[in-house]
């Protein structure tokens, strides 16, 4: 069964990283370009935001159906099986867990690019947010994070 806390606590850090996300997207490529401080910053809360949308994802689909996730990318595929959400946002979502995986594991120097692309892509964890938070008003009766 779904713990509808557990789901909202990631819910509400979404939030809270994607807040630092905006400022910093506010600022610019050039600032994200120039400065490892924050190019670090972005990184981190990018790594942090998309895995607890992964934690969310994983749960939904672990508690509600019979389903096993190969990779954190698939997580989103069933849950769009699911009809939490769709295949085009799973697939933006998909890519999301691959900039996780390039930032945790240090595959390659992270690209300025790819981490402005990731900025201009955080609205999918904000969709993500959404249709979760309606699962849970649709399948438990609890109220929005």
């Given at each position: 069964?779904v713990?509808?806390?557990?789901?909202?606590?990631?819910?509400?850090?979404?939030?809270?990283?994607l807040?630092v996300?905006?400022?910093?997207?506010?600022?610019?490529?050039?600032?994200?370009?120039?400065?490892?401080?924050?190019?670090?910053?972005?990184?981190?809360?990018?790594q942090v935001?998309?895995q607890?949308?992964i934690?969310?994802?994983?749960?939904?689909?672990?508690?509600?159906?019979?389903?096993?996730?190969?990779?954190?990318?698939?997580?989103?595929?069933?849950?769009?099986?699911?009809?939490?959400?769709?295949?085009?946002?799973?697939?933006?979502l998909k890519?999301?867990?691959?900039?996780?995986?390039?930032?945790?594991?240090?595959?390659v120097?992270?690209?300025?690019?790819?981490?402005?692309?990731?900025?201009a892509?955080?609205?999918?964890?904000?969709?993500?947010?959404?249709?979760?938070?309606?699962?849970?008003?649709?399948?438990?009766?609890t109220?929005?994070?």
């Amino acid at each position: 069964m779904v713990d509808p806390e557990r789901v909202r606590r990631r819910l509400r850090e979404i939030d809270r990283r994607l807040e630092v996300l905006r400022q910093i997207k506010a600022e610019g490529p050039e600032q994200l370009r120039d400065d490892f401080r924050v190019r670090a910053e972005t990184e981190h809360h990018l790594q942090v935001a998309v895995q607890a949308a992964i934690d969310v994802a994983n749960h939904i689909v672990s508690e509600d159906s019979a389903w096993t996730p190969e990779d954190y990318g698939s997580t989103f595929t069933l849950l769009a099986q699911m009809g939490v959400i769709d295949k085009q946002l799973a697939e933006r979502l998909k890519r999301a867990a691959g900039l996780r995986n390039v930032i945790v594991h240090g595959y390659v120097d992270v690209d300025v690019d790819l981490l402005w692309e990731g900025l201009a892509r955080a609205g999918d964890l904000e969709e993500l947010a959404v249709a979760a938070n309606r699962y849970l008003e649709e399948h438990r009766g609890t109220e929005p994070a």
